[in-house]
């Protein structure tokens, strides 16, 4: 079993698909969350790859984000498509980052993953509010490369 596919139990991973519903009853932003084992790029750039691997700059508002990780790196990255990035200042994801960052720091990667999750959906309701008619747009469930 790889790094990747031992990361999370499958329970941490439902848990961790909640928090994206969750979140996502406060926005029309879509967050989806990506594993990886390990990438020979830095974690944004490779972040950047994945979110249009998975096509999240399809979403009609251009507001999906992507929080990547490779696992054995230790790495991860946050990156919003350009309907956040024209909106919102440089710095948006800092606190989402270090909210993260103190979880990973304690191993507690379930944790870093939902309280980043419920603080990304909180930061994009201030300029992506949920409205009646939106649709869950991309998947929930967690992709691994």
Not at 27 to 44: D, M
Not at 114 to 133: R, T, V
Request: charged content about 30%; hydrophobic content about 35%.
């Amino acid at each position: 079993m790889s790094k990747v596919e031992s990361f999370l139990s499958k329970a941490d991973e439902q848990h961790i698909i909640e928090a994206i519903r969750a979140a996502e009853k406060a926005t029309s932003g879509e967050i989806r969350v990506h594993l990886e084992q390990t990438t020979s790029l830095a974690p944004f750039e490779r972040a950047l790859e994945v979110f249009y691997d998975l096509k999240m700059n399809e979403t009609q508002d251009q507001n999906g984000v992507l929080i990547y990780l490779a696992v054995a790196d230790k790495k991860f990255a946050i990156c919003g498509d350009k309907g956040i990035n024209q909106v919102v200042d440089e710095d948006f994801w800092d606190n989402t980052k270090n909210i993260m960052t103190q979880h990973f720091k304690n191993n507690n990667f379930k944790q870093g993953l939902i309280d980043g999750i419920l603080e990304s959906g909180e930061q994009l309701k201030k300029y992506f509010p949920y409205q009646d008619h939106d649709s869950d747009e991309l998947s929930n469930e967690i992709s691994k490369g």
